[in-house]
């Protein structure tokens, strides 16, 4: 019989940075014939049914998460002694639980710490909320005996500012679901333009989509704000832009976008839960543009590139290193940069059909990369890192005491 799973995370579904990447692992370790069991908030209706999988809730006072965030190590370390004791594997994502087996880090908190704009609250909030990131991130991920990254340069993230050694890092890429997304046909095209208000035919408006969340300044939508603002003060500039968001800021934004007679050059969409919501606003859309301060790895550009959309991605952005060279103008070096970006927009909008040939090859090669390839790889570092003799001592091994 196998050895079990367990993982500790958020939440286990198929919408979020780091939701789908955990729910496409257990689901993949589940029909392998893993014994798999989850920690967490939530779980999707097709986990919570599977015969392979348990799932232990942890409760969410007030709906929040900072309150939750002891709850849910405590029960990752309660069931990791478990699992731990029947010689199974445990996954816990950054600093989230105390434990020292797997680590899948999806964020490195030292490198970036995101600016709160609005509301003196959530600013003490935020501030409380990022010592207690760190300390956690600076305590557990360093004592993994196996550390998992999304990106080759959050891989140096974690030596160069973490410390973690060298040889237990490792580096391997999220996955896609290539049925979902991908170029769309004719009429899905026709019937997203249509549900984004943005019609058909040669006098059609092109539609340049932002994905992100708006809470803080890490996605850096200010930094995009202003150079849209600076591109429609120019006649010739006939674009307009879609915001898939949610946060707290939201609200804020749209107000600033009336103030600015810019509502009718920014269509702010909101943001649908459902599986194929995101593909389908992309497949009206003729470009991306994330000129993130920070990203860990940027699923929504990885999303529109299979989509077959041209996507201007910052530096900062773990996915830019899978930029090939001939991509290069597509890559933002900086995110503070107003007057660059509006530039690159505005190279962008006479070819826009050329640089959307220009992708085809990378986009291949992203929707060949599945989420099934991506568990694939992680089970079988985790397998072949089982039978490696284990230089961490005990201690290392059993995480602390509830």
């Known amino acids: 019989m196998k050895a079990p799973y367990l993982i500790v995370s958020g939440d286990f579904v198929k919408v979020g940075g780091m939701n789908q990447p955990n729910y496409e692992l257990a689901r993949y370790l589940a029909d392998a014939g893993f014994r798999t069991h989850l920690v967490g908030y939530r779980v999707a209706d097709d986990l919570a049914s599977h015969p392979g999988i348990t799932f232990h809730r942890v409760p969410k006072p007030g709906g929040s998460y900072f309150l939750s965030q ?135 408006r092109p539609l340049v989509a932002f994905i992100g969340a708006l809470g803080d300044s890490r996605k850096g939508f200010d930094t995009l704000f202003s150079a849209w603002a ?35 050059r920014m269509r702010f969409l909101g943001f649908d839960r459902s599986e194929t919501f995101v593909a389908r606003v992309l497949w009206g859309c003729d470009a991306l543009v994330l000129p993130s301060r920070y990203e860990g790895y940027g699923r929504p550009v990885q999303e529109a590139l299979c989509c077959g959309l041209p996507a201007l991605v910052s530096r900062a952005s773990g996915i830019a290193e899978q930029y090939p060279a001939e991509l290069a103008d597509l890559i933002i070096p900086d995110a503070e940069d107003v007057v660059d970006l509006a530039a690159r927009l505005r190279r962008w909008r006479p ?45 290392g091994r059993s995480g602390f005491a509830a």
């Not at 006939?238 to 609200?251: F, P, S, Y």
């Not at 070819?351 to 992680?378: G, K, N, S, V, Y």
């Not at 284990?390 to 201690?395: G, H, I, P, Q, W």
Request: glycine share 6%.
């Open 351 to 395: 070819a826009a059909t050329a640089w959307r040939e220009q992708i085809r090859p990378f986009a291949e090669a992203l929707r060949d990369h599945t989420w099934r390839r991506m568990a694939e790889q992680i089970v079988e570092l985790a397998e072949r890192h089982r039978r490696q003799p284990d230089a961490v001592s005990e201690r």
């Open 70 to 204: 002891p709850l849910l190590s405590r029960l990752g370390r309660r069931w990791a002694r478990a699992i731990a004791a029947d010689k199974g594997r445990v996954i816990v994502n950054g600093g989230c639980c105390d434990w020292d087996d797997i680590n899948w880090v999806h964020h490195v908190q030292a490198v970036f710490g995101p600016q709160v704009g609005t509301g003196w609250a959530r600013r003490l909030k935020n501030r409380a909320q990022r010592r207690i990131d760190l300390t956690a991130e600076r305590r557990i991920v360093p004592r993994a005996r196996l550390a998992i990254t999304t990106t080759e340069r959050m891989k140096r993230d974690l030596i160069e500012r973490l410390g973690s050694p060298l040889e237990r890092v490792h580096a391997i890429y999220l996955g896609i679901d290539p049925m979902v997304f991908r170029p769309p046909t004719v009429d899905e095209r026709a019937a997203a333009r249509h549900t984004l208000g943005a019609g058909g035919g040669r006098s059609a």
């Open 230 to 264: 600076r591109l429609c003060a120019e006649p010739a500039w006939d674009a307009d832009l879609a915001v898939v968001a949610m946060g707290t800021e939201l609200a804020w934004w749209r107000k600033r976008a009336d103030s600015a007679g810019l509502a009718s």
